[in-house]
């Protein structure tokens, strides 16, 4: 099969250097469970997968089923958290796949997982999510009570523990509303303990509780965004470098690549591309890049954004495509089709960050590799 014109590395020693800077973070014991969801975060899930588990993940973490497949697919046994919505007809399968720990929001889907395990006398485990605050998949006291009683009554179905996730500890540096969060849930951790149900492992730490809090590690932690190598935030850079000693070292995994298909030349005057947004206010050099909307390249960042062409930035021109953009190479000599072109990532001196790009775009990093479409290849590199 032919190549594809745009592409995504990913560093190898990268990966793994966030990994066990999340490890020395939170010591030997705490259950270190990266997040490779979204095509984890963009980096592609089985390269991730499979760099993690080899650097001493404990467990993964994923959305759904589909990305649970994917990591057995991947040939990896580690234990895999299902950190979205299962359904009942569905129990069947997450049994069959072995070591799936589903995160459990109803007495249906407890019981699908119970007949299940029956059938193939296979125990599974399973997570409560505890509602702190957040308002998304937790359960309040009551419910998590009922529940965790129904999921104790099982042979098959076993309690693994109590999770809960923060509204807002990456968007402040006043964190008084997730400390609430964090007290709530150690309550209900203790209120569960105390009609005797077993809760082995606790769980809130995301990426930014895991730099900041080390009371929030608990006894598992799942990080996404900062295995990755981005900061969840400015707001979490911030706070971490008053609270931190040592400094939490963090090293962005993905470079995103294209090549030049085209050069040419525009005289003065003229228009660049669809709705003829810009217009050369000189003799213009524009490379013609292969990629665009469809590759997840976002359309807001039209006339705003820039790529690194030999280590030097060149401006988007005009409306970004569906598979073209063109930028304005004048004053990067000697560029030709076929030179590499970065859109994402480092080039020589210069780098272009998923902050940057993210600002570009009026998002937050996460969007910005996630959207990276999975048509893209990635490449393990390293
Ligand atoms: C339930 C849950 N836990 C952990 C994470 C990881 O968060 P972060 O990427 O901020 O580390 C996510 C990400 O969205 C999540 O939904």
Request: with cysteine; proline share 5%.
């Amino acid at each position: 099969m032919a190549e594809r014109l745009t592409w995504c590395e990913v560093s190898r020693e990268a990966l793994q250097d966030n990994l066990a800077e999340f490890r020395r973070l939170v010591g030997p014991r705490c259950r270190l469970a990266p997040v490779v969801k979204a095509n984890a975060y963009g980096h592609g899930l089985e390269i991730a997968a499979r760099v993690f588990a080899e650097a001493g993940a404990d467990a993964l973490c994923v959305h759904d089923l589909w990305e649970a497949g994917r990591v057995r697919a991947a040939g990896l046994s580690l234990p895999v958290v299902v950190l979205g919505p299962l359904f009942p007809e569905q129990a069947a399968e997450a049994v069959a796949l072995g070591g799936i720990e589903p995160t459990v929001q109803d007495a249906a889907l407890v019981e699908a997982l119970e007949r299940a395990g029956e059938a193939s006398r296979a125990p599974i485990g399973v997570f409560l999510k505890f509602e702190s605050g957040t308002n998304r998949q937790g359960l309040r006291l009551p419910e998590s009570l009922d529940l965790a009683r129904r999921v104790a009554s099982g042979r098959w179905v076993r309690l693994l523990g109590l999770s809960m996730h923060f509204a807002d500890i990456e968007d402040t540096t006043d964190h008084t509303f997730a400390r609430g969060q964090m007290a709530r849930f150690l309550e209900a951790v203790e209120a569960l303990r105390r009609e005797g149900l077993d809760l082995p492992i606790r769980s809130a730490g995301n990426s930014a509780a895991t730099i900041l809090w080390p009371e929030a590690h608990l006894d598992m932690v799942r990080v996404g965004i900062g295995a990755y190598g981005m900061w969840p935030s400015t707001e979490t850079f911030v706070a971490a470098a008053l609270t931190h000693r040592e400094r939490v070292a963090l090293r962005p995994a993905l470079t995103w690549k294209t090549r030049v298909a085209q050069v040419k030349d525009v005289p003065a005057g003229e228009f660049v591309g669809y709705g003829r947004t810009y217009r050369t206010t000189h003799p213009t050099r524009i490379a013609v890049l292969p990629v665009g909307y469809y590759d997840g390249y976002d359309r807001g960042v039209s006339n705003m954004a820039y790529v690194l062409v030999r280590g030097r930035r060149a401006q988007v021109r005009g409306r970004v495509c569906m598979n073209l953009i063109m930028v304005d190479v004048t004053d990067v000599p000697g560029v030709g089709p076929g030179d590499e072109v970065v859109l994402l990532g480092p080039d020589g001196e210069e780098a272009i960050t998923s902050e940057r790009f993210a600002q570009w775009a009026g998002t937050i990093n996460y969007e910005v590799t996630t959207r990276i479409a999975e048509s893209v290849p990635r490449v393990l590199v390293g």
